[in-house]
């Protein structure tokens, strides 16, 4: 008896019937407790980036990642223009164009396309710049218990002019301190600029190129 499977009978192999998925995305930024430093009205948890390293490291990629777009744009804006910009004259066309007039063309296109893109690419530097500054400057960062942000320094000014005695008062309700613990999880960006190296060079060097 012929014991092979009819034709018509569903394959049910791994191969056929298990879907593999691209492995998922790590993502950006974690949920953390809001802390004091929050408005209560935005929730008790903000999203925030793991360190200032990731943050840096973020801002860098988005950064590049829109001057490749944009400069991948400008590419093709510049080749029609500059193929519009070096067309010969009607009068060269209806005559016919020479070998000559033709390699002039080509010379002409390239100059045009190198101008045109020299332009264009400090125009991308400076529209990806302003598109990732702002967020990235206001993106939230966790910090590590007892971490003190700018606000929570300044607060420290007058700490020295108090009496011995009720310096510990005054800082514990000032700043939550209970145990050793500020009570802050996360801050933005922008409050570490200054007190955190990464971040500080990251938002420092853009504010410079902006002057510039």
């Known amino acids: 008896m012929d014991a092979s499977p009819p034709d018509n009978a569903v394959d049910y192999s791994p191969s056929s019937t298990v879907i593999e998925f691209d492995r998922p995305v790590p993502l950006l930024r974690g949920p953390l407790p809001a802390g004091p430093s929050v408005e209560p009205s935005d929730g008790p948890y903000v999203l925030a980036f793991r360190d200032s390293r990731a943050w840096a490291s973020s801002f860098l990629a988005c950064e590049r990642k829109i ?3 944009c400069e991948e744009g400008a590419r093709i804006g510049c080749a029609v223009s500059a ?10 066309a209806l005559a016919g164009l020479t070998l000559h007039d033709l390699k002039e063309r080509e010379e002409c296109e ?3 396309m190198a101008d045109c893109f020299a332009v264009a690419k400090d125009k991308c530097a400076g529209f990806a710049r302003e598109k990732c500054l702002v967020p990235f400057r206001d993106a939230r960062i966790r910090v590590a218990k007892g971490v003190l942000s700018s606000k929570g320094v300044g607060k420290l000014i007058g700490w020295g002019s108090l009496p011995v005695s009720g310096r510990n008062i005054w800082l514990m309700n000032q700043m939550g301190l209970i145990g050793g613990d500020l009570g802050m999880t996360n801050c933005k960006a922008s409050e570490l600029l200054g007190f955190d190296d990464y971040v500080q060079c990251i938002l420092g060097e853009q504010e410079q190129g902006t002057e510039n």
């Open 67 to 69: 001057v490749e777009q």
């Open 83 to 92: 193929s519009r910009n070096c067309k010969p004259t009607w009068w060269k």
């Open 110 to 112: 390239v100059r045009e």
